[in-house]
């Protein structure tokens, strides 16, 4: 069989294939080491920084959901992206968006100030500044689409075409939709990233990354660099995250369906000053989303209307949404960027992005709907009782 859907890839990956006892489940393989059958004669694993079979499969799993030739599954979402900067030379310019991961930035503005590469922050949504930092012939564009906390939406496959006609590589954070909802290789990145952590994993109970490449020498390249700098993950956070994986699509259509229903009810919330998600008609991004991503996924930021007390007394109010980072498990979370997972930003930096004080941004679990919406009214109305 060719050409196999997305869900029978996550489901069916290494199903079936343990030679040695015949186990539906592939095996964990726990060994750091694994003998040279003779003298001068080398393993296909031989140490298991640069090799693991249960880590060889979760990266056969992801390449073949992304349409890559390969893939390197690392210890986090930051060793990811910090193993796509291997790539780099000193007088590389990297462009990439005003508005990314707080960790992003700061990985990128770091690395920038210490000489690595060269760095400029640019509003994807402009074309007129796009096209400016593109004249500076960049090495890479980095493209995070929908964006961390405000879900932007930008055009994968124009950037890919412009970043291309002046010879720069581009790579996608997938983290938002994972691969059952967006396919960035597919529309002319030549790399997609992952925290592996959030939805693909989905349980909030392991840690972890990957790059995917499309062409198969870089992918052999970043395979060499994240042995190299031992950027890869272990065997038993890969194995937790195949077990994850295998649920990716049916969790995905469980997270659009509460995300809808908790939308409905921000909509006609008075207390709601604005909310950020593609699905949304007035979203400047919706035409786009409609065409190049196949859901809108389980993440959306809202801004609250009040002070910040009112936020405070909102944020305790709730019971099953819990004040954490990170996103995509099967439970609920409400986060607060601008003290949180964007706090390594400068005020400067986060005004520019466009972060208010008030925004909280929501990862909606897999809890019945009707509770959660009954969990954001009985907040508002704390709130709204606060005021009177």
Not at 211 to 236: H, P, Q, R, S, Y
Request: hydrophobic share 40%; with cysteine; net charge negative.
């Amino acid at each position: 069989m060719n050409d196999k859907k997305s869900a029978t890839i996550a489901v069916r990956t290494g199903i079936t294939t343990d030679s040695q006892h015949h186990a539906v489940v592939p095996p964990i393989y726990l060994s750091t080491n694994y003998e040279f059958p003779e003298f001068g004669e080398v393993p296909t694993y031989d140490y298991a920084r640069g090799g693991n079979p249960t880590r060889s499969l979760l990266e056969k799993a992801l390449s073949e959901l992304e349409h890559g030739a390969g893939a390197v599954v690392t210890n986090c979402g930051m060793s990811a992206i910090n193993l796509m900067l291997s790539l780099l030379s000193p007088d590389d310019l990297i462009v990439a968006p005003h508005d990314c991961y707080g960790g992003t930035y700061r990985l990128f503005d770091s690395r920038a100030k210490k000489g690595a590469f060269n760095v400029a922050f640019v509003d994807q949504t402009n074309s007129t500044a796009l096209n400016a930092a593109l004249e500076n012939n960049p090495k890479l564009v980095w493209i995070e689409t929908p964006s961390n906390p405000l879900l932007r939406v930008v055009d994968i496959a124009e950037i890919c075409k412009k970043a291309q006609a002046v010879g720069a590589w581009v790579a996608v954070d997938n983290t938002f939709l994972s691969p059952a909802l967006q396919q960035p290789l597919t529309l002319g990145a030549d790399f997609v990233v992952h925290s592996t952590t959030k939805f693909i994993n989905g349980h909030s109970d392991t840690v972890g990354g990957v790059v995917v490449a499309k062409d198969a020498e870089l992918a052999d390249e970043l395979k060499w660099w994240g042995n190299c700098i031992g950027a890869t993950g272990n065997a038993f956070d890969s194995y937790m995250t195949l077990r994850g994986l295998r649920t990716l699509n049916v969790r995905m259509r469980q997270h659009e369906e509460n995300s809808a229903a908790i939308l409905e009810l921000l909509k006609h919330e008075p207390l709601v000053k604005v909310i950020y998600h593609p699905s949304l008609p007035e979203h400047p991004g919706h035409e786009i989303a409609k065409k190049q991503q196949s859901g809108f996924g389980g993440m959306l930021s809202f801004e609250l209307k009040g002070s910040e007390e009112e936020l405070k007394l909102f944020l305790g109010s709730l019971k099953l949404f819990s004040l954490a980072e990170s996103l995509g498990g099967v439970e609920s979370l409400v986060t607060h960027p601008g003290s949180m997972t964007h706090r390594a930003m400068s005020d400067e930096a986060q005004a520019e992005a466009g972060i208010a004080a008030t925004l909280l941004r929501l990862s909606i679990g897999l809890e019945d709907h009707s509770d959660l919406v009954a969990d954001l009214k009985y907040a508002f109305d704390k709130v709204r009782e606060s005021q009177q």
